[in-house]
């Protein structure tokens, strides 16, 4: 599989922008940072300079050589050339989220106030639509997107758990972003963790179901019985 060269360096763009305002910041940053907030938006946590300034670009830097070489290990690694501007735009979002929440934290570390309990989900609702809208456009793989034992075993289950599971995906991260500015406080990470979780409960029943009604299903490796003429 070939990366596209112009994805790429904008991802190393993100990443030395971040190293870069670590670098730039720690001279004059205090010893104690904030590195966590309640779901009130106020700050809950605090570390020192490493934890604060360079545990997330160290983490963004470890998900982009993730994904990068995920592909290289997949089993079904010749369909991602089919939907490679799609893995980009998957793997360009999440970076963008984690240098979004970076960004706040250094805002906050120059005296500025950030209402943490609204801008993040309002980051979360967008990386939700981004990936919604991502998944009608992905081919079976096994890193990226539902992957059941069935949408794995059956095209129809995976077609077809994606292109509603999109739908479904693209729905919540609209509505987290419309509560974000009038729901309670402690109301948002409730939605969004009961959206999430609902989701993945109606992924194992929807591919369950579409998968037995597809004729075309095969078993999942290693899961056939095995040939009696080579069976001890």
């Not at 730039?24 to 940072?33: F, G, I, Q, Y």
């Not at 160290?58 to 050339?81: E, F, K, S």
């Not at 309670?184 to 009961?194: F, N």
Request: hydrophobic letters at 50%; glycine letters at 10%.
């Amino acid at each position: 599989m070939k990366a596209t060269g112009r994805i790429d360096a904008l991802h190393l763009t993100i990443l030395g922008g971040m190293f870069l305002a670590a670098a730039v910041t720690w001279p004059s940053a205090p010893d104690r940072l904030p590195i966590h907030w309640n779901a009130a938006g106020d700050a809950d946590g605090y570390g020192g300079k490493f934890e604060a300034l360079l545990v997330l670009p160290c983490l963004a830097l470890a998900q982009y050589v993730l994904l990068r070489v995920l592909p290289l290990a997949d089993p079904g690694r010749a369909n991602y050339a089919s939907f490679q501007g799609t893995y980009d735009s998957v793997r360009l979002a999440v970076l963008v989220l984690l240098a979004a929440v970076y960004a706040m934290l250094h805002v906050t570390i120059r005296g500025r106030h950030v209402d943490v309990a609204l801008v993040l989900p309002i980051l979360l609702g967008g990386l939700f639509v981004v990936l919604g809208n991502s998944f009608g456009k992905l081919r079976p793989n096994w890193f990226v997107g539902i992957r059941t034992p069935w949408t794995l075993s059956s095209k129809a289950a995976w077609t077809r758990t994606h292109r509603v599971g999109g739908w479904l995906m693209v729905a919540l991260g609209l509505v987290v972003m419309a509560a974000a500015p009038f729901a309670g406080r402690r109301a948002l990470p409730v939605l969004v963790i009961g959206g999430s979780v609902g989701m993945a409960v109606w992924s194992m029943a929807y591919s369950y179901w579409v998968w037995r009604h597809d004729p075309h299903k095969v078993p999942p490796a290693g899961t056939s019985p095995a040939d009696p003429a080579h069976s001890a």
